[in-house]
């Protein structure tokens, strides 16, 4: 009953590009050394949940997701070790209860310990407490030869660095150990403010840039005067004294909650700038206080769009690529009020923009995307029109000196991009750094 | 709980499945394997993720034969996994190791090892025995018979002590798996709408569990196949190529 040899069609978050390939699964070392040894070039991937193009490879994509174990949780110093497939979703499951969370989480809990070191992601916190490298200990790696090595700041550093933000160039990672963070309460004492255009966004973000953690929603499709109108939400984990009595008396659990899904792709034109202007004016208006004090559970708080399964389907079949870039502080409002006019001069309509404030990594850290200054991420659909926009936005990022997060980029300019260096084995190879590679300009 | 086979995809899901809708019901999982190695990272996994205690006993089904490594494995309930798919025809017809492998560890040195619990089931008077064979034992098709003949002995054997136990208060479950993706057939290119992920399997094989039914396909969709790969006249199936 067995077919032939037939190869399965992959995408990424983005469902773009989708590619050709050989994906296989194993918990089993000794089988994975074996795949490597097999393959001419192969590349590991998480959960799928970049964007773009860096977890795919056309011969043989090695998925990490078996490699799905715990290994130890120290409740007393708060150092957790799992192999590199667990999600962090299960990581928060086990943690949170007892009192810990991550040190960094982005925007999903859906990624892999694996896919957290191979872009080396930052959340919130990062102009306040940096990557989730910074809290990385030490982790295990199967590189071109089959051996694994054991990687820290100290011990094979140089491997550990370039495997950092490293896009899955150095190897196959196994297990990793890094450090929690304590809390009293699962739930974030938060503020919303409005901002009615970029200025006075800009000045927020230096107003409070104590809080831990901070981001913006950003309106792209304004014009003029109100240009950059965002709403700003900044946060800090709460202490039990900050609970209500209700939340207070078990301050680390919370109640399950209801999941949505979009159950099939969204024919294109659902979204369209029509639908998108409503959307952001209604987002904006929605909230009808200058300000807003309140809490919420981490998970309102951080992972809004893991409530809703498969939210990618709205961009419909074609897919859609996510733009993250940043530029450096000291052209940040200039820059962004380039890239911002140039959006609604396009008309091609983002759904979610969000910009924040970063802090540079530190040096060895040099596969990093973060830099002092300001990043805006948004998303467009895929359409004949997309490339040329991509390359007015490239030429503005690339005049003020900024890049582009290879997790999210599928499409943009070399020199954008090589920020990301890393000794080349040959045998661990993406679409991705082929297509940089590729690329002469 | 006894799993055996335990450190197979299947086995970690339902493992999984069961502390997660029951807690900590069992003060202890024994996990009966032949890879220590593997297993160890798997209870060292459930310690920590489900504060799970467990107990991993050797036991190698090809040549072990000395049932005492079991004298303090007592459970209401066994999970059996074990499996073994071997080569297929076009390989393994004439390889005779092949041949004796997938008939022993599928059916011939099973059966006795199950059987060994059988009689505590049968003592302790309650209890559920679940244990996995395969569409290939519903219908001998040239790419697979000998894994397909095998697993059609442990469907039959499974059938009669349903109905030996029955009388004695223990429930035995039949599960059907069609095609899985699992390390078993890893490597194996198979149609994705027919293909159940672990977690699915387990989800099914534990409804099967809580609401004791006798035999479940994995998915549900393999009832159907079967049934009309079962229609299928013999004088057609014969020039068919499965
Ligand atoms: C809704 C949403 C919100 C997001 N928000 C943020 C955010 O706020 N901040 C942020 O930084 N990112 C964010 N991202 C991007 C995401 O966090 C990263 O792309 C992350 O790397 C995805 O991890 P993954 O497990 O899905 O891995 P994949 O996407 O499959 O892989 C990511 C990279 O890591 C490599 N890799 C994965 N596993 C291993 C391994 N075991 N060994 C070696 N290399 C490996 C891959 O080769 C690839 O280059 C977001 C994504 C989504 C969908």
Redesign the pocket.
């Known amino acids: 009953m067995m077919t032939k040899m037939n190869k399965q069609k992959i995408a990424?978050?983005g469902k773009f590009p989708v590619i050709e390939t050989d994906m296989i699964a194993s918990s089993d070392f000794d089988q994975l050394r074996k795949i490597i040894a097999e393959s001419h070039t192969i590349?590991?991937?998480?959960?799928?949940?970049?964007?773009g193009d860096?977890?795919l490879n056309k011969e043989k994509i090695f998925s990490?997701l078996k490699?799905n174990k715990f290994i130890s949780f120290d409740k007393q110093n708060g150092i957790f070790e799992c192999e590199?497939?667990v999600l962090l979703a299960d990581v928060l499951a086990v943690i949170v209860p007892e009192g810990f969370f991550l040190p960094v989480t982005?925007?999903?809990k859906?990624?892999?310990v694996?896919?957290?070191?191979?872009?080396n992601?930052?959340?919130?916190n990062n102009h306040s407490e940096g990557c989730f490298c910074d809290y990385v200990l030490s982790f295990s790696?199967m590189v071109e030869t089959g051996d694994i090595k054991t990687c820290s700041p100290s011990e094979n550093s140089e491997l550990f660095w370039n495997?950092v933000g490293?896009?899955?160039l150095?190897?196959?990672?196994?297990t990793a150990k890094f450090t929690l963070k304590r809390i009293e309460t699962a739930y974030i004492r938060q503020r919303v403010l409005k901002a009615k255009n970029l200025e006075e966004i800009f000045n927020y973000f230096e107003t409070f840039k104590n809080w831990t953690y901070s981001v913006a929603w950003i309106d792209c499709l304004q014009r003029g005067e109100t240009i950059g109108r965002s709403i700003l939400t900044i946060g800090e984990h709460a202490t039990q004294a900050e609970l209500p009595v209700k939340k207070a008396n078990q301050p680390l659990h919370l109640k399950n909650k209801l999941k949505f899904a979009v159950p099939f792709d969204f024919p294109s034109f659902i979204l369209n700038t029509f639908t998108v202007k409503a959307f952001n004016f209604f987002y904006y208006f929605k909230q009808i206080k200058r300000e807003i004090e309140n809490i919420t559970d981490y998970d309102a708080f951080f992972y809004p769009?893991?409530a809703i399964n498969n939210w990618?389907r709205i961009y419909g079949k074609n897919g859609f690529i996510q733009y993250q870039f940043i530029i450096p502080a000291n052209f940040g409002k200039e820059g962004m009020s380039n890239v911002l006019q140039t959006i609604a001069d396009s008309r091609q309509g983002s759904f979610l923009a969000v910009l924040k404030l970063y802090k540079a990594s530190k040096e060895e850290a040099h596969n990093s995307?973060p830099i002092d200054g300001y990043s805006l991420a948004l998303d467009f659909k895929i359409n004949k029109q997309l490339p040329a926009l991509i390359k007015k936005l490239d030429n503005i990022v690339e005049r003020y000196n900024g890049r582009i997060?290879?997790?999210?980029d599928a499409m943009s300019k070399k020199s954008l991009l090589d920020y990301v260096k890393t000794p080349e084995t040959g045998k661990f190879n993406?679409v991705?750094h082929e297509r940089i590679n590729g690329e002469t300009n | 709980m006894i799993v055996f086979g335990a450190t197979s995809d299947i086995s970690q899901a339902f493992i999984a499945k069961v502390i997660e809708k029951e807690g900590n019901k069992y003060p202890k999982i024994y996990l009966v394997t032949s890879r220590r190695d593997a297993t160890e990272r798997l209870a060292k996994h459930l310690e920590v993720k489900y504060n799970q205690a467990s107990e991993i006993i050797v036991f190698d089904i090809t040549k072990d034969s000395d049932y005492s490594v079991f004298d303090s494995v007592h459970s209401d309930l066994l999970f059996c996994a074990i499996g073994f798919l071997g080569k297929n025809s076009q390989e393994g017809l004439y390889d005779a190791v092949n041949t004796e492998a997938v008939i022993a560890i599928n059916y011939a040195r099973l059966i006795p090892l199950i059987n060994y619990f059988v009689q505590q089931f049968e003592q302790q008077k309650s209890g559920t025995i679940i244990g996995l064979s395969s569409v290939a034992g519903l219908r001998g098709r040239q790419s697979n018979f000998i894994y397909g003949s095998a697993k059609a002995g442990f469907l039959v054997y499974l059938d009669g002590l349903r109905n030996y136990l029955y009388h004695k208060g223990v429930h035995v479950i039949t599960v059907i798996p069609g095609f899985m993706d699992t390390k078993m057939t890893e490597g194996l290119p198979l149609p994705k709408p027919l293909t159940a992920s672990p977690k699915q399997a387990a989800n099914i094989i534990y409804n099967a569990y809580r609401f004791k039914y006798n035999k479940v396909y994995i998915s549900g969709i393999w009832r159907y196949i079967m049934m009309i790969i079962n229609l299928i006249p013999e004088t057609v199936f014969k020039k068919i190529k499965l």
Do not use: E
């Open positions: 990424n978050w590349i590991a991937r998480g959960n799928g949940h970049s964007y860096n977890s990490t490699l590199s497939g982005p925007g999903t859906l990624i892999t694996g896919g957290a070191i191979g872009s992601v930052h959340g919130k790696i495997t490293g896009m899955g150095t190897g196959i990672i196994l769009l893991d990618n995307f997060y290879l997790a999210k993406s991705q």
